[in-house]
C-alpha cells in the first residue's frame, strides 16, 4: 500500500487579511515541506479568513479572493514548494452574487478548496452541504456545489470535501465511497462549542465508515468576533481508528504517514453519484514517498471542561484584542467573582502590562470588596487604580431628584462614563463584566455596568463563572504560581453593592436553582410545560421567564462576546424585541 505523509497545518487566519494569510500558507508550507509532507491541508476560507459575511457580496473582495489564490500558487512554486500538493481555502465565485439582480440560477458566491501545485491551481471543489443553523447563513451567501473533486496523488486517490460535508450524510461523502477514494480531505472552519470535541470525533468516523476511506480533517484556530475555532485537527481511518490528533487552541503542524490503498490503474471517466458529479485530476510530479521510519503525529488527550472553556476565552478575548489593534484593555474591579474572572482571563490573554484595572468606589462599597479588588491586583500585576464615583454621583443627585433604582442605576452609569472616558483618552478598548446568567434576566444597567467594547464571558453561566475560578487557581498552585483570584471574591455572596446590605438573591433566585432553568429555556427552547417537567418550582420559572422575555431589548445591545455554548445571545439565539408571545402560567 502506497505511504501519504500529510501535513494538517492548524493555523490561525484573520478575516479580510488576504496577503497576511497568504504568508501564513507559504510558511506553513515550508515547515510542512521541511517534514517531508507530501500532501498540506489548510482550513475553510484560509485565504480570506472565516466567516466573511456580507463580504461576499463585494465584488471587489471576491475578485480580490480570486486573484490571491492565483498569486498564492505562483508564489509557492517560486518559493521552490511547487511539486508539494497544497489544498487552501478560499471564496469564488462562478457568477453574480444571489441577491444581485443579474443573479443566475445554479450559480454564484462559492465556499471552496483550490489544490495548488506546480505554480497554478489545478483543482477546484466547492462546497455541497450549505449550513444554516446556529451561527451559519451559508445558504444567504453561497451556492451549493455537485461536482466531487477526486485527485491521484502518489498513487493514492484523494477527494476535496469542506466543513460541512461532514455533518450530514450522504452526498461528497457517499460519492467519495463510489469512486473508491483512499482518502478523503475535510478543511474546516469549525467554530468551538463546549465538549463539540466529544460529538466530533465520532462523526469523523461515521463518515470514514460512509466513505469506506480514511479521514483527514483539519480545522483553524483563533478567534472571530463572537466565535473561536479550536482546531482539534485529526486523522481518522477507513475502520474508524484515531491515528493521530492535534491540540487544541494552538497553531500546530500535525505530520503522520498514512497507509492507503493504491488508486485503480486509471480514473475513470466523470461520473455521477449520489446526485453528484465525480471529476478526476492527476498530479504526475508529487514529492517522492517517505523514507526511513513512520512519522507519528501523536495523540493529544481532550482536557477537562473549565481548562478547555478557558483556552477558548482567552484565544477569544486575545485575538479580539489583537487583530482589532487594541493596545489594552481596561475594567471596572468590583472585587466580586465576575470582574476578577475577567481581570484573569485579561492577564492570561495580554500580559499584566496591557491591562488596566480600575476600582470605583462609592458609599455603598465593602471595606472587603476595595480590599478584594486591590488583592486581585497584586496577584496579577495589572494596572491598578482608585476611582471613587460618589463626588460625581452627588453632583448628579444636586441637581436631580432620584430615588430607589434610579439612583442604583446612576452610580453604574458614572462607572462606565468613567471607563469610557480613560478609553477615549488612553486607547484602551472597555471590557464589561456581565455573566450569561446577568445577561439573559436583565440584571445590569443599560449604559453602566453593560458598557463596553467586548464582554469575555458574555456566554458563560454565573455557576461556571465560580468553577473557571476555582479551576485557574487550583491550576495556578499545580504549576506553582500565585493564585490570581482571592478566596474570597470566590466565596462571599454576590452582590451589586448599589444599596445598602444588598444582594443578588434579593432580586433573583439563588443562582443554582436559575441557571438550570435559564439553560432549559435558552439553550434547550423548552417551554414552561418542559421545565416545570423537569422539575423546577412553577412559580420560580415563571419569574425568571418573564425576566428573560422582558430584556431582550438589553441584550440587543449587549457587546460582543466569545461563543462557548450551543446557543450564545446574539448570533446563535434571534428573538423578536417587540415580542408578545408569553409562556403562560
Known amino acids: 500500500m502506497p505511504t501519504l505523509r500529510l501535513a494538517l497545518s492548524q493555523v490561525n487566519p484573520s478575516v479580510g487579511d488576504l496577503a497576511g494569510n497568504a504568508d501564513l500558507v507559504r510558511a506553513w508550507t515550508r515547515r510542512a515541506a521541511d517534514a517531508g509532507a507530501q500532501l498540506v491541508l ?201 491515528l493521530t490528533r492535534a491540540p487544541q487552541f494552538v497553531e500546530h503542524l500535525l505530520v503522520h504517514d498514512v497507509e492507503l490503498p493504491a488508486a485503480s490503474a486509471a480514473p475513470d471517466a466523470e461520473t455521477v453519484a449520489d446526485g453528484m458529479r465525480i471529476t478526476h485530476h492527476t498530479l504526475e510530479v508529487v514529492p517522492p514517498a517517505p523514507s526511513g521510519p513512520a512519522v507519528t503525529g501523536g495523540l493529544i488527550e481532550p482536557v477537562a471542561d473549565e481548562a478547555e472553556v478557558w483556552q477558548a476565552l482567552v484565544l477569544g478575548l486575545r485575538d479580539y484584542v489583537n487583530k482589532n489593534r487594541f493596545p489594552s484593555v481596561i475594567l471596572g474591579l468590583s472585587g466580586g467573582i465576575d470582574s476578577a474572572v475577567v481581570a484573569a482571563l485579561a492577564v492570561d490573554a495580554l500580559g499584566p502590562e496591557r491591562v488596566v484595572g480600575v476600582s470605583l468606589p462609592s458609599q455603598h462599597s465593602s471595606e472587603h470588596s476595595r480590599e478584594d479588588a486591590a488583592d486581585l491586583a497584586k496577584r496579577t500585576g495589572l494596572d491598578y487604580r482608585v476611582e471613587p464615583i460618589q463626588p460625581m454621583v452627588d453632583g448628579f443627585l444636586a441637581n436631580l431628584s432620584l430615588s430607589g433604582v434610579a439612583v442604583e442605576n446612576l452610580q453604574a452609569r458614572v462607572r462606565g462614563v468613567i471607563l469610557m472616558a480613560l478609553s477615549n483618552q488612553e486607547g484602551h478598548l472597555v471590557l464589561t463584566t456581565g455573566n450569561k446568567s446577568e445577561l439573559a434576566v436583565g440584571y445590569s444597567t443599560l449604559y453602566g455596568d453593560s458598557v463596553g467594547g467586548f464582554n469575555p464571558v458574555k456566554d458563560v453561566w454565573k455557576t461556571l463563572i465560580w468553577r473557571l475560578a476555582k479551576w485557574r487557581n487550583t491550576d495556578a498552585k499545580r504549576r506553582g504560581e500565585t493564585a490570581p483570584i482571592p478566596e474570597n471574591s470566590i466565596g462571599k455572596p454576590p452582590s451589586a453593592e448599589l444599596s445598602p446590605g444588598q444582594l443578588d438573591s434579593d432580586s433573583l433566585p439563588d443562582y443554582d436553582v436559575l441557571d ?23 412559580a420560580v420559572v415563571d419569574k425568571v421567564l418573564r425576566l428573560v422575555d422582558t430584556a431582550e431589548y438589553k441584550r440587543r445591545q449587549s457587546a460582543p462576546g466569545t461563543k462557548i455554548s450551543m446557543k450564545a445571545f446574539g448570533r446563535d439565539r434571534r428573538l423578536p424585541i417587540t415580542n408578545r408571545w408569553r409562556e403562560r402560567g
Not at 125 to 140: A, I
Not at 528 to 535: F, H, K, N, P
Request: net charge negative; hydrophobic share 45%.
Open 516 to 538: 438550570p432553568i435559564l439553560i432549559g429555556y435558552v439553550d434547550g427552547d423548552l417551554g414552561r410545560d418542559g421545565l416545570i417537567e423537569s422539575g423546577h418550582d412553577p
Open 42 to 242: 489548510f482550513p475553510e476560507m484560509m485565504l480570506t479568513g472565516y466567516p466573511v459575511e456580507d463580504l461576499v457580496f463585494r465584488r471587489s473582495f471576491v475578485a480580490a479572493s480570486r486573484a490571491a489564490v492565483r498569486r498564492l500558487a505562483a508564489d509557492l512554486a517560486a518559493d521552490g514548494l511547487g511539486d508539494l500538493p497544497v489544498v487552501v481555502g478560499y471564496l469564488d465565485a462562478d457568477g453574480p452574487p444571489q441577491v444581485s439582480g443579474d443573479a443566475e440560477a445554479g450559480r454564484g458566491a462559492r465556499n471552496a478548496a483550490a489544490l495548488l501545485h506546480r505554480g497554478e491551481v489545478v483543482a477546484r471543489y466547492f462546497k455541497h452541504h450549505l449550513p444554516n443553523y446556529g451561527v451559519f447563513d451559508e445558504d444567504r451567501y453561497f451556492v451549493s456545489g455537485d461536482e466531487l473533486t477526486v485527485v491521484r496523488i502518489g498513487g493514492v486517490d484523494v477527494a476535496l470535501t469542506i466543513c460541512e460535508d461532514l455533518w450530514q450524510a450522504g452526498g461528497p461523502f457517499a460519492a467519495a465511497r463510489q469512486a473508491g477514494v483512499g482518502l478523503v480531505v475535510n478543511i474546516n472552519g469549525s467554530p468551538y462549542e463546549l465538549n463539540k470535541d466529544d460529538i466530533r470525533l465520532p462523526l469523523v468516523r461515521r463518515r470514514a465508515a460512509e466513505a469506506g476511506a480514511t479521514i483527514a480533517y483539519v480545522n483553524m484556530i483563533g478567534g472571530q468576533d463572537e466565535l473561536v475555532f479550536e482546531g482539534d485537527s485529526m486523522i481518522v481511518g477507513a475502520d474508524g481508528e484515531l
